[in-house]
């Protein structure tokens, strides 16, 4: 298996509301090398910045449901 510095697979995150879940990110993957730019381009509201903040942790609420996120090696 080939290793990334970051490889994001089939992330799933999603916020509990009070109209109900809501799934923001839907089975996502990329993968970036060391000294690699990746742009991630969309409309708005399509989950750029919750797939970002997922990958560093840093979600304000809400939670990711399914799929898996290795930086260096490491989970
Ligand atoms: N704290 C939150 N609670 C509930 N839903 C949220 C929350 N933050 C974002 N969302 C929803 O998650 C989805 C993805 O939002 P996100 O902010 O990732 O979009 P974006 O692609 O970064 O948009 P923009 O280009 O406007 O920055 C949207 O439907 C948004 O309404
Ligand atoms: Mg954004």
Same mark, same amino acid.
């Given at each position: 298996? !080939? @290793?990334?510095?970051? +490889?994001? #697979? #089939?992330?799933? !995150?999603?916020?509990?509301?009070? +109209?109900?879940?809501? *799934?923001?990110?839907?089975?996502?993957? &990329?993968?970036? @090398?060391?000294? @690699? !730019?990746? =742009?991630?381009?969309?409309?708005?509201? =399509?989950?750029?910045?919750? *797939?970002?903040?997922?990958?560093?942790?840093?979600?304000? #609420?809400?939670?990711?449901?399914?799929?898996?996120?290795? &930086?260096?090696?490491?989970?």
């Amino acid at each position: 298996m !080939t @290793e990334h510095l970051l +490889d994001v #697979n #089939n992330l799933v !995150t999603s916020f509990r509301t009070a +109209d109900g879940n809501l *799934t923001a990110v839907r089975g996502v993957s &990329f993968s970036v @090398e060391q000294g @690699e !730019t990746l =742009c991630i381009v969309g409309e708005s509201g =399509c989950g750029k910045s919750i *797939t970002s903040l997922s990958v560093m942790q840093l979600l304000p #609420n809400g939670q990711i449901d399914n799929g898996s996120i290795q &930086f260096d090696g490491k989970s």
